[in-house]
C-alpha cells in the first residue's frame, strides 16, 4: 500500500509537470522581437519599429498593431 507520504509526492510532481507545461506554453506565447536585417519589426505586420523602440524597448508592434492587439485582448504583451 502506498504511504501518504508517496501519494503527496506523486501529486508534487503531476502539480510541477502541470506547471512547467503552462510555462513551457508561455513562453511560446511570448511574442520575442522579430528582427529582420539588424532592424526590429512589427511582429504582425513587419514594419520598421526601431523608432518605437526607443521610447519602448519591448515593443514587439508598431503602434497600429499593438492598438489592435490590445483591443482584441486587452491585454499588453
Ligand atoms: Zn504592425
Given at each position: 500500500?502506498?504511504?501518504a507520504d508517496a501519494i503527496d509526492n506523486a501529486c508534487?510532481?503531476?502539480e510541477m509537470?502541470?506547471?512547467q507545461a503552462l510555462s513551457n506554453h508561455?513562453?511560446?506565447t511570448t511574442h520575442q522581437p522579430l528582427v529582420v536585417d539588424g532592424v526590429r519589426c512589427?511582429?504582425?505586420c513587419g514594419d520598421s519599429i526601431n523608432n518605437r523602440i526607443k521610447m519602448l524597448p519591448n515593443a514587439v508592434r508598431c503602434v497600429i498593431?499593438?492598438?489592435q492587439f490590445e483591443n482584441q485582448?486587452?491585454?499588453e504583451f
Open positions: 500500500m502506498m504511504s508534487d510532481l503531476e509537470q502541470r506547471a508561455k513562453n511560446k512589427c511582429i504582425d498593431c499593438q492598438e485582448y486587452g491585454l
